[in-house]
């Protein structure tokens, strides 16, 4: 009996090993996805900010194709204009959704807000070749 209770502590410490390994992992693959590429899924390159975690396209009314692009946040923590009244405050890790019409072939993505010392800045937070 006291075998069997020691192999199974000896089995409960090592699925805790695995549990906290496993967390490990987990936890570290949002940090890797800032500087990952999205050239798997859709043959982009990408440059910026923030790294493309999801795109998807729909048709407007006219028939135009918009596109909308999920931007992993990666950059330092900014409060950015969504329109010229309300504010957003981005964080690390952060999802943002933009949406935007096609042009030639390649679009930068960008966003821009006001430094706490009241200057105006950009940043660019993705940049990249649209998909045919």
């Given at each position: 009996?006291?075998?069997?209770?020691?192999l199974w502590n000896l089995f409960?410490?090592?699925?805790?090993?695995?549990?906290?390994?496993?967390?490990?992992?987990?936890?570290?693959?949002g940090f890797v996805g800032c500087v990952s590429s999205f050239e798997r899924n859709w043959g982009l390159k990408e440059e910026g900010l923030g790294h493309?975690?999801?795109?998807?396209?729909?048709k407007n009314e006219t028939g135009e194709s918009l596109y909308y692009a999920k931007i992993w946040y990666c950059a330092k923590e900014i409060t950015v204009p969504v329109t010229h009244r309300t504010y957003e405050k981005l964080w690390i890790g952060q999802n943002v959704?933009?949406?935007?019409?096609?042009d030639d072939g390649?679009?930068?993505?960008?966003?821009?807000?006001?430094?706490?010392?009241?200057?105006?800045?950009?940043a660019l937070l993705g940049k990249f070749k649209m998909p045919e």
């Amino acid at each position: 009996m006291r075998k069997l209770r020691g192999l199974w502590n000896l089995f409960l410490y090592h699925l805790r090993s695995l549990f906290s390994l496993f967390l490990i992992a987990v936890l570290s693959f949002g940090f890797v996805g800032c500087v990952s590429s999205f050239e798997r899924n859709w043959g982009l390159k990408e440059e910026g900010l923030g790294h493309i975690s999801d795109m998807k396209t729909e048709k407007n009314e006219t028939g135009e194709s918009l596109y909308y692009a999920k931007i992993w946040y990666c950059a330092k923590e900014i409060t950015v204009p969504v329109t010229h009244r309300t504010y957003e405050k981005l964080w690390i890790g952060q999802n943002v959704y933009l949406k935007f019409f096609p042009d030639d072939g390649s679009r930068e993505i960008t966003y821009s807000w006001w430094a706490t010392d009241g200057s105006f800045e950009r940043a660019l937070l993705g940049k990249f070749k649209m998909p045919e």
